[in-house]
């Protein structure tokens, strides 16, 4: 069975940068066909699609993280990070990691997804 796991810090200060990481098991993010997605949802909002990385290594941004947002894979622990630089109070959200068959939309439903880690409570505060 395939598992997600998010870990990080849930509390971050302004103006710092927020790492998470994705523990993946039950499939290898190298192989397999699908995408490995960083999502997050604000409080009181939908989804937002931040990024996803494939198994050849490519990247894909969210139109809306483009210039902030940096995500990356460790392949010898199976994992995939998100780094997100300068947070604002705006990027507190609950943060999750996801596999999907194919890229999503900016505003994806929580159908696009197969698997998903338990997420993780952000809240970027001095």
């Known amino acids: 069975q395939v598992q997600l796991q998010e870990s990080g810090p849930d509390l971050v200060k302004p103006s710092q940068r927020l790492s998470l990481t994705c523990t993946v098991s039950?499939?290898?993010?190298?192989?397999?066909?699908?995408?490995w997605n960083w999502i997050r949802q604000p409080p009181g909002k939908g989804l937002e699609w931040m990024g996803a990385?494939?198994?050849?290594?490519?990247?894909y941004y969210g139109p809306f993280f483009k210039s902030h947002t940096s995500i990356s894979r460790d392949t010898s622990k199976n994992q995939f990070s998100l780094q997100l630089s300068s947070v604002t109070p705006e990027d507190t959200a609950v943060y999750y990691c996801?596999?999907?068959?194919?890229?999503?939309?900016?505003?994806?439903?929580?159908?696009?997804?197969?698997?998903w880690g338990q997420g993780t409570q952000v809240t970027v505060s001095s």
């Open positions: 996801a596999r999907s068959r194919d890229l999503v939309s900016r505003f994806p439903t929580w159908d696009d997804f197969d698997y």
């Open positions: 039950g499939d290898s993010i190298t192989t397999s066909y699908y995408y």
């Open positions: 990385i494939a198994r050849d290594g490519s990247i």
